[in-house]
């Protein structure tokens, strides 16, 4: 078995183990397996990165065996530079989120717990997937156990979250798979994404193209103005399920972009480029004043998520090396800054059951270590230097002013609204005098709380002080997409 394979298959077969043990009689027993799990899941991913070659944008680590051989489907799986970090951070956002559900889960653990692992396993194969319909089975697996994790575990209005959720993005993808069945005509009985990027397809099919790839994807990235499911669901969602959300579910959107429509329709993705650069342009500043005005939490952090994947997709769709290298930036520091935004609102909802922001003041009273780790996860959220939230924006904001100075400058107002949304948060929950006897008796983090935040924290600091590593994997693959959207440019 290959080494993309395990990272897929390891966390689906600790899922499946995990929901064969049963009663909560045995929850002890099953966080440990599911720890386990999770931590060897990570390990069979590092490999990848001794072994990937940078400097090169081909596919390394391929696989390939026949699977369904009457219509052409192959088990066929390979990572380049637009996908590899992807792969490392789903493995490590698993982890966390099993950490941090240790003491939170005490019904149906070994479901909740077997569902993340099975998530994991699922959302790696939508990365390595080479293979169109291979990636619509992993795309849409995801659906299944994110769809359980909110109805079984969320709050008051989990199943109408939940159901919403699912109705939003199995509509998008609809369109997308008829545009899969269009291009399996289209390339003689292929479903072979490298194929697909070489069809010489004329301007009217790569429109109607780009749309049903913009269904699919901005849905789930999600865009202005198909975002709405979004805070919904993360208010209702467990903890752990906002934090995968945000970190890994929201970036399957973004990297169909650069997989799909970028190279299979590149000229209607040059036509249409003003059409997605000023949704972005909306997320960034309009919905960034959207959560400016929140009471919950959740929602205030579910909001800067759509603010920050604006960002991204501004950043693709500029075409240019500084705007997609970017953009791929931004969404790993966002997976590392927003996991770790929803586990702090995690760690203060289990102790007072609340998520308004008018439940608390003065937290850092009573947890100075708590406040110290949440101040720096805010200071990230704002794009604070140094920090993994800085870099990505920054090169976005330093590709799109090259490409025109005014839409540089909307975008980097971004960078007030964050702080002002952030820090305005962080001013009401953490300081002043202690506000009301639930804040007073908060005890601080706990050893588990400690490691799960601190994991994060290095990541957001090692990223921010030192991004070459991660620049250096998306280079070559970055240069070579922007080549080949530029060279199959119509005349």
Not at 135 to 159: H, Q, R
Not at 300 to 324: K, R
Request: hydrophobic share 60%; net charge neutral; charged share 10%.
């Amino acid at each position: 078995m290959g080494l993309l394979s395990l990272a897929i298959w390891t966390p689906i077969v600790f899922g499946a183990v995990l929901l064969a043990l049963g009663r909560d009689e045995q929850a002890r027993a099953v966080r440990w397996i599911a720890l386990v799990g999770s931590i060897v899941s990570f390990l069979v991913t590092l490999p990848l990165y001794g072994g990937f070659r940078n400097g090169t944008a081909e596919m390394q680590f391929v696989e390939k065996a026949p699977w369904i051989e009457t219509f052409n489907i192959n088990y066929h799986l390979g990572l380049d530079g637009l996908s590899f970090w992807f792969v490392l951070l789903t493995a490590f956002i698993t982890v966390v989120v099993v950490i941090s559900a240790w003491e939170a889960i005490t019904e149906r653990v070994n479901q909740y717990m077997g569902a993340f692992l099975i998530l994991s396993g699922l959302m790696i194969g939508v990365f390595c997937a080479l293979d169109a319909m291979l990636f619509y089975v992993f795309f849409e697996a995801t659906l299944i156990p994110m769809y359980l994790i909110i109805g079984v575990w969320g709050g008051p209005n989990k199943i109408y979250a939940a159901f919403k959720f699912f109705l939003y993005t199995l509509l998008g993808s609809l369109l997308m798979l008829i545009a899969l069945i269009y291009l399996y005509g289209a390339s003689g009985g292929s479903f072979d994404i490298a194929t697909w990027h070489k069809l010489p397809l004329p301007m009217t099919a790569q429109t109607l193209l780009f749309f049903a790839f913009f269904a699919a994807f901005a849905v789930k990235v999600p865009m202005w103005p198909v975002h709405t499911w979004l805070p919904d669901v993360h208010v209702e969602a467990p903890t752990g399920g906002s934090a995968v959300l945000a970190a890994i579910m929201l970036k399957l959107g973004a990297y169909g972009f650069l997989r799909f429509s970028m190279p299979i329709a590149p000229d209607a993705s040059r036509e249409w480029d003003w059409f997605i650069i000023a949704l972005s342009i909306i997320a960034v500043i309009y919905v960034g004043l959207v959560a400016l005005v929140q009471q919950d939490m959740k929602k205030l952090v579910a909001y800067s998520s759509v603010a920050h994947m604006g960002f991204v997709t501004l950043g693709f769709f500029i075409f240019s090396p500084l705007g997609v290298a970017g953009g791929l930036v931004q969404m790993i520091a966002h997976g590392f800054v927003s996991a770790a935004m929803f586990l702090c609102i995690g760690v203060l909802y289990d102790r007072v059951h609340s998520r308004q922001i008018a439940s608390y003041g003065g937290v850092v009273n009573t947890m100075p270590n708590f406040a110290a780790f949440a101040l720096l996860f805010a200071m990230a959220n704002c794009g604070l230097p140094a920090t993994a939230g800085f870099v990505g924006e920054w090169m976005v904001i330093l590709g799109t002013v090259k490409a025109n100075f005014w839409l540089g400058l909307a975008a980097a107002s971004a960078l007030i609204w964050g702080a002002a949304y952030t820090l305005w948060m962080y001013k009401r929950v953490y300081l002043g005098p202690v506000a009301n006897d639930h804040v007073r008796q908060l005890s601080d983090i706990n050893a588990r709380e400690f490691l799960m935040l601190g994991l994060l924290a290095i990541a957001t600091l090692y990223m921010g002080i030192h991004p070459k590593p991660f620049t250096d994997v998306m280079d070559a693959s970055v240069a070579n997409l922007l080549q080949h959207v530029a060279a199959s440019k119509l005349n």
